[in-house]
């Protein structure tokens, strides 16, 4: 099939394969539906991502999608600021936020402790998460990394990092299956592990 589209067409479909759940035939069907809408059609997507990657900034506090310095969960004065949840990505959050039950602030990774893949502490916002709880005025932090061997790492790594400045650490345990990734955990078993939180 590529070898008789335009060159420009199949940059395009190389960069969308490029994305979760997306092969080759799904991306074949996106571009030539793209096409299908005219110039406008292009032009309106095309000004979306430029958008995208000029407005669109991490949230200095937390790591989330901001359009400013912080994002609208760090800047909404309804949420906790005393109770922080470390995830591990940006997908983790809007799984929780999905269930609406959590009513803290949140912080993100950027992935979790792992050896295999060369990725150590100093690669993670762990020091930002730090002076976070240094700045003072957060009672809990909740570990919410993967139920995996990484994410366990990472738990106890960041409960080791804060035991000296006495915060209260907690883990999601009840009912998240070993192994799990939280942005695919289903609604129900997330709160369900989200309440039964215990000590780290
Ligand atoms: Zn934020």
């Not at 479909?13 to 080759?24: A, D, F, H, M, T």
């Not at 998240?176 to 215990?198: H, N, Q, Y």
Request: aromatic fraction near 4%; charge should be neutral; proline fraction near 4%.
């Amino acid at each position: 099939m590529s070898a008789v589209l335009p060159s420009a067409v199949v940059s395009l479909i190389n960069e969308l394969r490029k994305l979760p759940g997306v092969g080759e035939k799904t991306a074949t069907r996106y571009v030539l539906n793209l096409m299908l809408r005219g110039p406008e059609g292009v032009e309106a997507l095309s000004e979306a991502l430029a958008s995208v990657s000029a407005q669109v900034t991490p949230c200095r506090e937390c790591g989330f999608l901001a359009d400013g310095e912080l994002c609208v969960l760090c800047l909404d004065e309804l949420r906790d600021p005393s109770v922080i949840c470390v995830i591990e990505g940006i997908a983790d959050l809007v799984s929780f936020e999905k269930i609406g039950e959590f009513r803290g602030r949140y912080h993100i990774l950027g992935g979790a402790i792992s050896a295999l893949r060369g990725i150590g502490p100093d690669k993670l916002r762990i020091a930002e998460l730090v002076n976070r709880v240094k700045a003072g005025g957060i009672k809990e932090v909740i570990v919410a990394t993967s139920a995996d061997a990484e994410g366990e790492t990472t738990a106890l790594y960041i409960r080791k990092t804060l035991e000296p400045y006495g915060v209260r650490v907690t883990r999601p345990a009840t009912g998240i299956p070993m192994g799990s990734s939280i942005e695919f955990l289903d609604a129900v078993t997330l709160m369900r592990a989200l309440k039964g939180r215990k000590e780290l």
